[in-house]
T-cell receptor, first 114, second 116 residues
Framework: AQTVTQSQPEMSVQEAETVTLSCTYD???????LFWYKQPPSRQMILVIR??????QNATENRFSVNFQKAAKSFSLKISDSQLGDAAMYFC???????????FGSGTQLTVLP | NAGVMQNPRHLVRRRGQEARLRCSPM?????VYWYRQLPEEGLKFMVY????????ESGMPKERFSAEFPKEGPSILRIQQVVRGDSAAYFC??????????????FGEGSRLTVL
C-alpha cells in the first residue's frame, strides 16, 4: 500500500513572498512518480508539477519547485513570488508502477494575503 | 479540444434514490478514472476503466456502486439507493494511456452529489 501525508492543513503567505508546503509519502516501489495538484475554488484539479523518482534533479516549473528527498521520502513544494491566484487547496499525490491510480494526501489550504 | 466534461455539476437526491454521474473524456482518451472527495479530505480512487472494460475497481464500494465506460458514449458512475454518506464531490479524470503512473491525468470539474 502507498500513503501520502500532508501535515499542514492550512498555510498562509504574503503576496510576493515564498512559501513551502510539506509532503511525506511511503511506498515499497522503487519506481514511482510524485505530483502536486492545485484545486482552486472552481474545484478542478490542475497539475502543478511532477517528479520522477529516478531523477535526482528537483523539478521546476516557473515559480514552482520541489525539494525531493528520496531517502527521507519527503516531497515539498516551494512557491516563489506568491500571487493572489495561487490561493487554493494543494494536494500531494503519488503513483507507482504497480498501482494504477493516484494516492492523494489530505491537502493544504493556501491563503495568499495582499 | 474540449476538456473532460462532467454532468451534472450538481445533483440532489433523496435517500433511496439513484444517482447517475456522467463523464465524457477528452477526445482521444480511452482511459477513465473516478475519484471521490469527501468534505475536507483528499481525493480517493474509486475505479479505473478502459473502453468497455473495468480494469481496477478496488476503491469502489461493493454494494450500490457501479461504473461503466461503453464503446459509445460517456462513462457513467451509478449509485443506487443513495445514503447521506454518499454526499461528496465525484471527479472524473481521463488519459490517453495508463496515465496514472506518469500523472498525465486530466480532471473534470467534478459532480457534487447532495443526499437529503
Amino acid at each position: 500500500a502507498q500513503t501520502v501525508t500532508q501535515s499542514q492543513p492550512e498555510m498562509s503567505v504574503q503576496e510576493a513572498e515564498t512559501v513551502t508546503l510539506s509532503c511525506t509519502y511511503d511506498t515499497s516501489e522503487s519506481d514511482y512518480y510524485l505530483f502536486w495538484y492545485k484545486q482552486p475554488p472552481s474545484r478542478q484539479m490542475i497539475l502543478v508539477i511532477r517528479q520522477e523518482a529516478y531523477k535526482q534533479q528537483n523539478a521546476t516549473e516557473n515559480r514552482f519547485s520541489v525539494n525531493f528527498q528520496k531517502a527521507a521520502k519527503s516531497f515539498s513544494l516551494k512557491i516563489s513570488d506568491s500571487q493572489l491566484g495561487d490561493a487554493a487547496m494543494y494536494f500531494c499525490a503519488l503513483s507507482s508502477g504497480s498501482a494504477r491510480q493516484l494516492t492523494f494526501g489530505s491537502g493544504t489550504q493556501l491563503t495568499v494575503l495582499p | 479540444n474540449a476538456g473532460v466534461m462532467q454532468n451534472p455539476r450538481h445533483l440532489v437526491r433523496r435517500r433511496g434514490q439513484e444517482a447517475r454521474l456522467r463523464c465524457s473524456p477528452m477526445k482521444g482518451h480511452s482511459h477513465v478514472y473516478w475519484y471521490r472527495q469527501l468534505p475536507e479530505e483528499g481525493l480517493k480512487f474509486m475505479v479505473y476503466l478502459q473502453k468497455e472494460n473495468i480494469i481496477d475497481e478496488s476503491g469502489m464500494p461493493k454494494e450500490r456502486f457501479s461504473a461503466e465506460f461503453p464503446k459509445e458514449g460517456p462513462s457513467i458512475l451509478r449509485i443506487q439507493q443513495v445514503v447521506r454518506g454518499d454526499s461528496a464531490a465525484y471527479f472524473c479524470a481521463s488519459s490517453p494511456n495508463s496515465g496514472a503512473v506518469t500523472g498525465e491525468l486530466f480532471f473534470g470539474e467534478g459532480s457534487r452529489l447532495t443526499v437529503l
